[in-house]
């Protein structure tokens, strides 16, 4: 079996707020690549629940936060489509994206 690593190295200041993160994927040819922000989640089909770990830079734009959940709920709407294929529960979730979007003010 082949094995494969994503990881993500993360410099916390004094307080333990992140700094600098920088993200690695050698199948996909990224190589300490900044980011300011990242999201991942993953399913512990014992307890039946999403665990989460949630970071961002302390110098992350607000705009550029609006931003990135925007297209985080976005992915999320196609991920459940091609899971489920229940095309209206997706455009519902997509729907409720562009009121996300419009009432942070990303879009008008």
């Given at each position: ?50 665990l ?19 297209q ?19 455009k ?7 009121q ?9």
């Amino acid at each position: 079996m082949r094995k494969t690593q994503i990881t993500i190295d993360v410099e916390l200041d004094e307080n333990h707020i992140p700094e600098t993160m920088t993200w690695n994927a050698q199948d996909g040819g990224i190589e300490a690549q900044e980011t300011k922000a990242t999201m991942i989640s993953v399913w512990d089909d014992k307890a039946m629940e999403a665990l989460r770990i949630d970071l961002w830079t302390k110098d992350m734009p607000v705009d550029q936060m609006k931003m990135f959940l925007h297209q985080i709920l976005v992915s999320l709407a196609n991920t459940y489509e091609r899971a489920t294929g229940e095309e209206d529960v997706a455009k519902w979730m997509e729907e409720m994206a562009e009121q996300f979007a419009a009432k942070s003010a990303i879009r008008m």
